[in-house]
Nanobody, 118 residues
Framework: QVQLVESGGGLVQAGGSLRLSCAASGDTFSNYKMGWFRQAPGKEREFVAGVNWSGGDTAYSDDVKGRFAISRDNAKNTVYLQMDSLKPDDTAVYYC???????????WGQGTQVTVSS
């Protein structure tokens, strides 16, 4: 099964940018659809962005569309989330998820904190 490790979180001012990375290991990376979710304090975990195995098909939540961009590099077994024009409401723990095409199981990373100050 795949293991995921996120990095790139931190503290940024409103209007700033961050790029999150999620490195995968343990299985063939292109066997998985990849995505990012986030969870703010007191709220449920919510979908942010997703990308198919080739990187050619992406999806975004309405909250982040036009500000965030998801991409993947299958040669590096890594998925990225470029976050621009950040807002305080984007503050959350961001989780990387891999969904297997074969059995549709989800595998989660440990999360990385993103804090946007006003």
């Amino acid at each position: 099964q795949v293991q995921l490790v996120e990095s790139g979180g931190g503290l940024v001012q409103a209007g700033g940018s961050l790029r999150l990375s999620c490195a995968a290991s343990g299985d063939t990376f292109s066997n998985y659809k990849m995505g990012w979710f986030r969870q703010a304090p007191g709220k449920e975990r919510e979908f942010v962005a997703g990308v198919n195995w080739s990187g050619g098909d992406t999806a975004y939540s309405d909250d982040v569309k036009g500000r965030f961009a998801i991409s993947r590099d299958n040669a590096k077994n890594t998925v990225y989330l470029q976050m621009d024009s950040l807002k305080p409401d984007d503050t959350a723990v961001y989780y990387c998820v891999a969904r297997s095409y074969s059995d549709e199981r989800n595998y989660w990373g440990q999360g990385t904190q993103v804090t946007v100050s006003s």
